[in-house]
């Protein structure tokens, strides 16, 4: 399954390349998976990903210096900041969302309908195991 997994994350950090977003790497998906379009705090992703304040504080920044996201003043707290995405992070988000559709209909044409059905069966009752 890791193998899989590999497999199509490397595509997608292909299909990103392709449309110039080439300093984009795998570790980057734990900030544009859980970041809020109404901006979210460096803790809250951390915690979100599963990964130390500090860990995401450098994604975050190699991301901001770059012009993925950036960062302003939280009007809830002083003394916080809202991590955002900027223009050039949401079309980050929308190039990888045009890919679902296409790797589904690939998978499909590959396995069939009912193979497909099956195994987004199998991989739902697996998620419902790990949650348990």
């Known amino acids: 399954m890791r193998d ?30 859980y970041l809020d379009e109404t901006g979210t705090t460096v803790s809250a992703l951390a915690e979100r990903a599963q990964v130390t304040k500090q860990a ?9 210096v770059r012009g993925y996201v950036e960062r302003v003043p939280d009007p809830s707290d002083g003394r916080a900041k809202l991590v955002l995405p900027t223009a050039r992070g949401r079309e980050v988000v929308a190039v990888a969302q045009e ?27 697996i998620l419902r195991m790990a949650a348990e």
């Open 4 to 33: 899989t997994f590999t497999a199509l994350n490397d595509l997608a950090l292909a299909r990103l390349a392709e449309r110039g977003f080439g300093e984009v790497r795998t570790a980057h998906g734990a900030v544009f998976q």
């Open 56 to 64: 995401m504080a450098e994604l975050v920044a190699y991301l901001e």
């Open 99 to 125: 890919l679902v559709p296409e790797v589904e209909g690939r998978i499909a044409g590959l396995l069939g309908p009912e193979r497909v059905k099956d195994l987004r069966r199998d991989l739902e009752a």
